[in-house]
């Protein structure tokens, strides 16, 4: 049995059209790590030290990472984005 507080991959809505997928803008990103702390499984961290030097996009000064959203496990519920205090998270163009 899973308890969820909020709405998460695991629910899906029925009727009108499904939600857009969401993603994480490197350019706005600062680290804090707000988004990680849903525990959402779409949201994940990856390093710097994980990332070509090309992608890497530091924010702020303490910054080690940026959070990353899958696209294809993301239901478009904008719990996480409305957390976002920098509006990081938007949604996929497509």
């Given amino acids: 049995m899973i308890i969820s507080r909020r709405a998460c991959v695991l629910f899906r809505r029925g009727g009108g ?3 857009k997928p969401l993603r994480v803008d490197p350019d706005r990103c600062i680290g804090c ?4 702390g ?3 499984p ?5 390093t710097f030290a994980d990332q070509p030097p090309e992608h890497v996009k530091k924010n702020a ?3 080690d990472g940026n959070a ?3 696209p294809q496990l ?3 519920c904008t719990v996480c984005q409305q957390l976002c ?3 990081a998270i938007v949604e996929c163009e497509e």
């Fill in 17 to 19: 059209g499904a939600q």
């Fill in 33 to 36: 790590k707000t988004c990680i």
């Fill in 38 to 40: 849903l525990g959402c």
């Fill in 42 to 46: 779409p949201i994940s961290w990856r």
């Fill in 61 to 63: 000064k303490k910054q």
């Fill in 68 to 70: 990353v959203i899958d």
């Fill in 74 to 76: 993301c239901n478009g």
């Fill in 85 to 87: 205090k920098v509006g």
